[in-house]
């Protein structure tokens, strides 16, 4: 009886939602003139695919309007639809559609421009599981903030 009653305990606890106060992390410190991926966060997977949010720092030395002119070159030659550009001060929105090997995947991406540096956080889910998971996602996007 007292092994039932710790797997049940412990099943439990594993089925509870692990919130951001129920740890401490400390990332190693990442160089951010060098750019690249910063981090990269999962919900659970479905369908073999795990929705996730990442980070990436691209240096840059162009404007913002080139760096949308870029990127949406770029969507253009993969085929991948833009259903949402939106630029505002110094944050580019883009929400876009589309296929990647073989995989429908919809997109949700907020550019940040901080002097030659672009704070890129992308959310990205199977297109059928968007509207399920769009709002955690976007959420999670917009809740990075530059600090001094």
Excluded: C
């Excluded at 919130?19 to 410190?29: G, K, T, V």
């Amino acid at each position: 009886m007292k092994l039932k009653s710790i797997l049940l305990s412990t099943l439990f606890i594993l089925s509870q939602p692990l919130l951001a106060a129920d740890y401490n992390f400390e990332p190693p410190e990442f160089p951010e003139q060098t750019g690249g991926q910063i981090f990269q966060y999962y919900l659970p997977a479905d369908n073999g695919f795990a929705a996730n949010v990442n980070l990436q720092i691209q240096p840059f030395d162009g404007s913002l309007e080139e760096y949308e002119e870029i990127s949406v070159s770029q969507f253009e030659q993969m085929d991948i639809e833009v259903l949402q550009l939106e630029r505002t001060g110094n944050e580019l929105l883009i929400e876009y559609r589309g296929a990647m090997q073989e995989t429908d995947l919809h997109w949700y991406a907020r550019v940040v421009k901080q002097d030659n540096l672009y704070y890129v956080l992308t959310a990205t889910a199977l297109a059928e599981r968007w509207n399920e998971e769009q709002d955690a996602l976007v959420n999670s996007v917009h809740s990075f903030q530059l600090t001094d």
